[in-house]
């Protein structure tokens, strides 16, 4: 196969897709993912954006830095996708929705503060204001009263 030119496909755009949310989940740049795995943030770059198809090691490779099995980066992908021709190289895995919250940066960086926050109970507290946020007029109050969260070194609160 030495001089056919690499053509990505869907597969490999829904992989790119999926480095890159779950290198975002966990609040790494290309850099910070490039040096775990030994390759440069260009590289990563590539992969993300299917420049570059990623090899079954590299992949394993790649879980293991993001600290999540190699099938996440096949979630989502249908198990039969129907033969690629001239005429259907548009085909995509799935289309972008701009009403799907799991494709916005704003839900990232709400996963991220959540889960860094130090306790349970601090992540109970913001689960009880969402919860009552979206009830509406159904506000219901939490058995405990909630101490304020302060910020700055305990100087603000939140």
Not at 14 to 33: E, F, P, T, V, W
Not at 101 to 108: A, D, R, V, Y
Not at 121 to 147: F, H, W, Y
Request: aromatic share 6%; glycine share 8%.
């Amino acid at each position: 196969m030495a001089g056919k030119e690499y053509q990505k496909n869907s597969v490999d755009e829904h992989i790119g897709n999926r480095i890159q949310l779950r290198r975002m989940m966990l609040g790494l740049s290309q850099k910070d993912l490039g040096e775990k795995c030994g390759v440069s943030c260009q590289q990563i770059q590539k992969y993300e954006s299917a420049t570059n198809r990623i090899s079954a090691a590299r992949l394993f490779q790649v879980g293991r830095a993001l600290e999540t099995p190699v099938s996440f980066f096949f979630m989502g992908v249908p198990g039969n996708l129907p033969e690629e021709t001239k005429a259907n190289k548009s085909h995509r895995v799935c289309a972008p929705d701009a009403d799907d919250p799991m494709g916005k940066s704003e839900t990232l960086r709400l996963i991220n503060l959540y889960w860094k926050l130090p306790n349970d109970k601090q992540r109970a507290i913001i689960m009880d204001i969402l919860t009552a946020l979206n009830q509406g007029d159904k506000v219901s109050v939490t058995e405990e009263p909630v101490p304020p969260i302060f910020v700055n070194g305990g100087k603000a609160p939140i």
